[in-house]
Nanobody, 123 residues
């Protein structure tokens, strides 16, 4: 089993910065990719940033150059952070952490989601 716990959301003015963190616990050694998604009211959940085991990252076009995803597996911990700079009102959403991990058996992989953390960008 695996659990993801997010932290770091809040209210920030346009142009400000926030850093989201997601701590994974459980069978973290089997994680092969992690990501941050967001969902604004009335909109579908969208992929914001993704990072694989080899460090390859991908970003939503609208956040390129402003957001940075990173993963830390040192010292028996497994966390994925999202540094968000130059925030805009359109970045307002609930942000969710996701982990994809390998499991025994025919299915082979499973996905775990965090509970979400609210980010509000407003003056």
């Amino acid at each position: 089993q695996m659990q993801l716990v997010e932290s770091g959301g809040g209210l920030v003015q346009p142009g400000g910065s926030l850093r989201l963190s997601c701590a994974a616990s459980g069978i973290t050694f089997s994680i092969y990719a992690m990501a941050w998604y967001r969902q604004a009211p009335g909109k579908q959940r969208e992929l914001v940033a993704h990072i694989t085991d080899d460090g390859t990252t991908t970003y939503l076009d609208s956040v390129k150059g402003r957001f940075a995803i990173s993963r830390d597996t040192a010292n028996y911990k497994d966390t994925v952070d999202l540094q968000m700079n130059n925030l805009k009102p359109e970045d307002t959403a609930v942000y969710y952490c996701k982990a994809d991990y390998r499991v025994p058996g025919p299915v082979g992989t499973e996905t775990e989601w965090g509970q979400g953390t609210q980010v509000t960008v407003s003056s």
